[in-house]
């Protein structure tokens, strides 16, 4: 009588392991302060440059000082984009530091699970910086993104989801360079920053740079923010493109880790974090 065939099917999707996954950086966060930096210090300055700027602009007169909501608002909102991708990449970044990838890839944990895992404690992380943001604004400055009204809502799902698909190609990309990747997960940001017109119309943006932006999906919900903050009706045909423009980021992000990682694996470059 032979013995029974192992079985060969994967382990089933597990919320155990993806609390184990918040539960692993939570401990990192914790007892690391210079974790911190990136959800009080990021936050705390950000809000006071472009504070300052604007609080410096509104002396000039008063169509100018029209300009402090504006530069505020917008710092505010470009949070919610940072926050996200920066809490992912470095989520993966701290794997690769601690040289525990390959750890990971012998137990039973999913590639899903480790994402949501991330996911969920990223989005943790951009509570708590989103807090920061808020208190200083409202502290220093008297302003709120309460003023931007509930629209707000359906913008920030889109930052989040853009943010998090912006992670994904950044974690694509360590897994295919290695390490010499990691400048991408604040260079990407701050490249949005640049041309998405978070502060100003597409219009205000170089002509050569005009068509890049867009077709970026940040763009469009950028100029939602901004419509709502004028007082205007949210523009919807403006959400939307950002809506599609986000879908279809985060297919091609994905699409884009799940070849890096089977490159990763069939090529051995475990090797460079083991």
Do not use: C
């Amino acid at each position: 009588m032979t013995a029974p065939a192992a079985s060969t099917s994967r382990p089933t999707f597990s919320w155990l392991r993806v609390r184990t996954v918040v539960r692993r950086h939570n401990y990192v966060l914790w007892r690391s302060p210079e974790r911190w930096f990136d959800i009080i210090i990021f936050p705390l300055f950000d809000v006071l440059l472009w504070g300052s700027l604007g609080a410096f602009v509104a002396q000039e007169n008063d169509v100018s000082r029209a300009s402090t909501p504006y530069l505020l608002a917008g710092i505010m909102v470009f949070h919610i984009l940072f926050q996200s991708q920066i809490a992912v990449s470095t989520g993966f970044m701290e794997e690769t530091w601690s040289r525990n990838l390959l750890n990971m890839m012998t137990t039973p944990l999913r590639e899903i699970e480790y994402v949501v895992g991330l996911a969920a404690y990223g989005f943790i992380k951009l509570a708590a910086a989103m807090t920061m943001v808020s208190v200083t604004a409202f502290a220093l400055y008297r302003f709120g993104l309460g003023e931007v009204g509930w629209g707000l809502v359906p913008i920030a799902g889109l930052l989040v989801v853009i943010g998090w698909s912006m992670a994904m190609m950044v974690v694509g990309m360590l897994l295919r360079f290695g390490q010499s990747a990691q400048i991408l997960a604040w260079a990407t940001t701050f490249l949005i920053l640049a041309i998405s017109g978070v502060f100003n119309p597409v219009e205000a943006i170089p002509g050569v740079l005009q068509p890049i932006a867009r077709n970026l999906p940040t763009t469009h919900v950028f100029t939602a923010a901004r419509a709502l903050l004028d007082g205007r009706p949210m523009p919807w045909g403006e959400l939307g493109q950002g809506a599609i423009g986000a879908v279809v980021f985060a297919a091609l992000a994905v699409a884009f880790v799940t070849h890096m990682l089977a490159t990763f694996r069939k090529r051995g470059y475990v090797t460079r974090y083991s």
